[in-house]
């Protein structure tokens, strides 16, 4: 099974809301990562957890707070978000952090901000 | 600055041709090089990578193409087919900052039946 599964699959949420992405595979990869692509624009990577340790932070806003409750989770709870943070939410996971293990995408959660 | 930049934009082929897709980058430290397939409503999946000891690396009907001298790569498609249409997307990465991905801008590529 090399699939990540992505929930939502759509969200529309206001300014003042608070809601979660959610992430989840069960390839027993030790890397997990979150990315924010822009319509016709490349993945971001935004946030790394290596060994369920927030190991990158691309100096996203705090109003995208990572979680990771174990090893095969991780959440992105969203805050305050602006129209601007409307963009597909990217998932991926990895075997380990170094370069080169293959990074597996899950499908997203396009995320709209009003 | 961008640390990778691919060409072109966009590419329209007849099916059986073989579209090739350019990416260049400045830092000498780069040492793996992926390429990613990313159909619409899906997320990115992994072609074919290439580390910097090799010069072609083939699997299947994807050729990576690497000129270290030049700080070239590029991707080939064989025999080309409209379910190839699809965004690639070319990505860096250093084995000293782990498996953070720098992604080029994207080519959106249509195979023509």
């Known amino acids: 099974d090399t699939e990540v599964t992505q929930t939502p699959k759509h969200l529309v949420m206001g300014m003042t809301n608070k809601k979660s992405l959610k992430c989840e595979q069960h390839?027993?990869?030790?890397?997990m990562y979150w990315y924010k692509q822009k319509a016709k624009k490349p993945p971001e990577l935004m946030f790394v957890y290596s060994y369920e340790k927030l190991s990158i932070n691309e100096s996203v806003p705090s109003r995208f707070s990572p979680e990771c409750p174990n090893s095969s989770l991780l959440n992105l709870h969203l805050h305050a978000l602006q129209p601007e943070d409307s963009a597909l939410y990217l998932c991926?996971?990895?075997?380990?952090?170094?370069?080169?293990?293959?990074?597996?995408f899950g499908p997203g959660t396009r995320l709209t901000v009003t | 600055q961008q640390q990778v930049k691919q060409s072109p934009q966009s590419l329209i082929v007849q099916k059986g041709g073989i579209p090739i897709i350019n990416c260049a980058y400045e830092n000498t430290a780069f040492d793996y090089f992926p390429w990613y397939q990313q159909f619409p409503g899906k997320g990115p999946a992994l072609l074919i990578a290439?580390?910097?000891?090799?010069s072609e690396k083939k699997e299947g009907r994807f050729t990576i193409s690497f000129n270290k001298s030049a700080k070239q790569f590029s991707l080939h498609i064989m025999d080309s087919q409209p379910g190839d249409s699809a965004t690639y997307f070319c990505?860096?990465?250093?084995?000293?900052?782990?498996?953070?991905?720098?992604f080029g801008a994207g080519t959106i590529l249509r195979v023509k039946s």
């Open positions: 991926a996971s990895s075997q380990g952090f170094l370069a080169g293990y293959e990074q597996y």
């Open positions: 290439i580390r910097p000891d090799v």
């Open positions: 990505a860096v990465s250093r084995m000293e900052y782990g498996n953070k991905l720098v």
């Open positions: 390839m027993g990869h030790r890397a």
